[in-house]
T-cell receptor, first 111, second 117 residues
């Protein structure tokens, strides 16, 4: 079946550091790929997405590229801020149905 | 213009009791999903409703779990004879009909935190 494997956390960085959170997936066909973010005390919200191979999703300075050859969708940001502290979830979806999530990575940014 | 709402926000119950969790999707969203998030883990799919089609119940962990949806509106997730391992945050999401909306994005509610003592 479909599955998503995320880099284990927690991850702690200093402000302005470079961030990478790894995500790889297993799926039949060509799923859509997503990164969701859950800020402290808030609900889950979509951060970025990519629907086909080589697409790059981007939002709020975060980027992720759909790599079919390596079945990966790593999340990157060049310079993190304290406000980026949150839990990040990688997910895939095939068709219009359920999302399959990774286990989540807790990110803490220290000033 | 409200988003997905869920109630209650917190529920504490005793082992063996039944609980009902409610989800109000965004108006006009025909698709509704239930997920479960156990402490320190990712979200697990439970059940999916799409319009008048038969729901996809493939994620329900046992026959103690059931869900209903009235038309394209409110959904109720019921857990019978709760067990301690049912303790989790239960999240509901809704999305617009297939082929409409932006990538059929799923919009999540704030969740119901269930604690079974």
């Amino acid at each position: 079946g479909n599955s998503v494997t995320q880099m284990e956390g927690p991850v702690t960085l200093s402000e302005e550091a470079f961030l990478t959170i790894n995500c790889t997936y297993t799926a039949t066909g060509y799923p859509s790929l997503f990164w969701y973010v859950q800020y402290p005390g808030e609900g889950l919200q979509l951060l970025l997405k990519a629907t086909k191979a080589d697409d790059k999703g981007s939002n709020k300075g975060f980027e992720a590229t759909y790599r079919k050859e390596t079945t990966s969708f790593h999340l990157e940001k060049g310079s993190v801020q304290v406000s980026d502290s949150a839990v990040y979830f990688c997910a895939l979806r095939q068709g219009a149905q359920k999302l399959v999530f990774g286990q989540g990575t807790r990110l803490t940014i220290n000033p | 213009g409200a988003g997905v709402s869920q109630s209650p926000s917190n529920k504490v119950t005793e082992k063996g009791k039944d609980v009902e969790l409610r989800c109000d999707p965004i108006s006009g969203h025909t698709a509704l999903y239930w997920y479960r998030q156990r402490l320190g883990q990712g979200l697990e799919f439970l059940i999916y409703f799409q319009g008048n089609s038969a729901p996809d119940k493939s994620g329900l962990p046992s026959d103690r779990f059931s869900a209903e949806r009235t038309g394209e509106s409110v959904s109720t997730l019921t857990i019978q004879r709760t067990q301690q391992e049912d303790s989790a945050v239960y999240l509901c999401a809704s999305s617009s009909p297939p082929g409409q909306g932006i990538y059929n994005e799923q919009f999540f509610g704030p969740g119901t935190r269930l604690t079974v003592l």
